[in-house]
């Protein structure tokens, strides 16, 4: 059976043409990443779009047909960003610590793409990205389910990192907004320690009730101490890797 051209990925039809072409699929993209960046997913529209590119909605229409067009669009823009340019590290670990790295950085500027993009047709970027991971494996040896195994455990890692790091910035955010709410929320807590009901939670915080000790472990809430936590927890990714799958 024939394709018609609307069965077609978006890539797969050539962008409008003429002489001086008003607009990229490119250009479409990064306005739509701006908008989400800037308002949230939700608010992501061909109407906004095209109102944010000063065009009308119907000349957006020659070049994106539906709201799903626009969302792959967004997700291979991402993967763009994603990509590690030049050569990899010869060695696996360096190549995959370099893709983490950009993987993460990417994302945490772009947090909601992790749940909002999930469903995003894969376009030219994201099978580049996945073959670039592939290669960082390439001379390792290993078989091609223990390569599976070996990149979804390092990109469930880089995708748990950011959104840890989203929720606490958004608890940072919140916390700066209404001190009277955290100082309430930490006289709560206490009580509840006192019950004896939280004996590990107790000594972590030194057995001293009276008051919440202002030296008290806590997660790491500045940008370098969630960069160090990072980095840590990869390291420790990467070396039980190499354990499981006789990487070396």
């Known amino acids: 059976m024939s394709r018609t051209s609307d069965d077609q990925p978006i ?23 701006e908008i ?13 779009v095209a109102a944010t590119l000063n065009t009308g ?4 229409y020659n070049y994106v047909r539906t709201k799903d067009e626009l969302v792959a669009l967004m997700h291979d823009e991402l993967m763009a960003q994603v990509l590690v340019p030049g050569e990899l590290p010869d060695s696996w670990r360096g190549a995959l610590t370099l893709i983490a790295h950009r993987t993460h950085d990417v994302m945490a500027r772009h947090p909601w793409a992790l749940n909002s993009l999930q469903e995003a047709q894969f376009g030219p970027n994201a099978m580049r990205h996945f073959e670039q991971t592939l290669a960082a494996l390439a001379r390792t040896g290993i078989d091609t389910p223990a ?18 790091a989203s929720e606490i910035r958004k608890r940072k955010s919140t916390a700066d907004a209404d001190p009277a709410a ?13 019950t ?9 915080l030194g057995g001293d009730l009276s008051s919440f000790p202002e030296d008290a472990p806590s997660p790491a809430m500045a940008e370098d101490g969630l960069r160090e936590q990072f980095e840590r927890g990869l390291r420790a990714v990467l070396d039980g890797a190499a354990a499981e799958f006789g990487l070396t």
């Open 147 to 164: 390569k599976f195994s070996v990149l979804t455990l390092v990109d469930d890692y880089v995708r748990g990192a950011v959104l840890r």
């Open 11 to 33: 890539w797969a039809r050539p962008e409008p043409g003429g002489r001086r072409p008003r607009l990229t699929r490119e250009q479409i993209a990064r306005t739509a990443l």
């Open 182 to 194: 955290v100082q309430a929320a930490i006289e709560f807590g206490m009580a509840q320690l006192r």
């Open 36 to 48: 989400a960046d800037r308002e949230g997913f939700d608010a992501v529209s061909m109407r906004h």
């Open 57 to 60: 909605a119907m000349t957006l």
């Open 196 to 204: 004896g009901e939280f004996p590990h939670t107790a000594a972590l």
